[in-house]
């Protein structure tokens, strides 16, 4: 027995052709949206708009979504941003930024095979904030009502970029209120001291402690055995001294052999796998970093 159906085709021309009713409901259902993620998130990224290295100096912004200061949540595209030329004599620092736009005579083409057009979809571009060249070279400030997604370090006469040139930490900060949430993975390197993993550092201005939960999986030479260590770190600013400060702790029957220690002026944590060795030895780290803010 057939209750009944729906014609698909009526109702996309429905859709289309209520402009006066549909308009309201996309502003109340864009208000809600809005609402909902202010209390949940700080202005700044909520999801995606990694930063990667394509090729020379040009970077690209995955796409995600973000929250600007002027309550516009959009949806950004994959798009792609060149920095400048490297300076012949210092290194400098440039940021990426996210500017807030809005894409004008947008071509879409409905259920019907119709073409129609949407006039002001709201959206955000990459933007690049070149530093000064300098010795030793200070990240500009952001630019008002923008989103800092990466502070980038361009070396003298430097052509090509690589992938830990890009710190990602002006996004990461701004991810929530009151806490940041943020799951990544890095590659851990045998025979390492003192090298820094580039996604973990605390913010001193803008935080006051960042817990990070962390798994380390490692194999040997054989790859018929490892080892799986789950554990906990403690990066946390002492308000007297501005220094950071670090207590970290593994849990199981095995430990992993990768230390982890944070510079107490900078906040960037590093780790140590120097008493480990082989040229098959491979290993991951997964860790997710709660943030409380100031």
Not at 4 to 13: K, P
Not at 23 to 51: N, R
Not at 144 to 154: C, D, M, R
Not at 233 to 261: A, H, I, K, W
């Amino acid at each position: 027995m057939r209750l009944g159906f729906i014609n698909l085709t009526d109702l996309a021309l429905l859709l289309w052709k209520s402009n006066d009713h549909f308009k309201p409901l996309q502003d109340f259902l864009k208000d809600y949206l809005v609402t909902v993620y202010k209390e949940q998130h700080k202005v700044g990224v909520i999801s995606g708009c990694a930063v990667t290295v394509t090729s020379g100096l040009e970077v690209q912004v995955a796409a995600g979504v973000v929250l600007f200061d002027n309550d516009e949540l959009v949806k950004v595209e994959v798009l792609t941003e060149t920095l400048d030329a490297a300076d012949p004599t210092d290194p400098r620092l440039d940021r990426l930024e996210l500017v807030h736009s809005v894409a004008n005579n947008l071509q879409v083409t409905n259920t019907l095979s119709q073409v129609k057009q949407f006039d002001k979809l709201q959206t955000g571009t990459p933007t690049k904030n070149t530093g000064v060249a300098a010795p030793s070279p200070v990240l500009p400030a952001k630019t008002a009502n923008t989103i800092s997604l990466a502070s980038i370090s361009v070396a003298a006469t430097q052509t090509v970029l690589a992938q830990s040139d890009i710190s990602e930490t002006e996004k990461v900060r701004d991810i929530s209120r009151p806490v940041d949430n943020l799951t990544r993975e890095e590659d851990i390197l045998n025979t390492q001291a003192g090298t820094d993993l580039p996604g973990l550092l605390i913010d001193k201005t803008k935080h006051r402690m960042l817990i990070v939960e962390y798994h380390i999986k490692r194999k040997t030479d054989t790859g018929s055995s490892g080892v799986s260590v789950p554990g906990r770190m403690y990066l946390f600013v002492n308000p007297e001294t501005n220094d950071v400060f670090r207590s970290d702790e593994q849990f199981g029957d095995d430990v992993s052999g990768v230390d982890f220690d944070v510079d107490a002026t900078s906040g960037q944590v590093t780790y140590d796998s120097s008493t480990i060795a082989g040229a098959n030895y491979v290993a991951k780290l997964k860790y997710s970093t709660t943030a409380f803010d100031i």
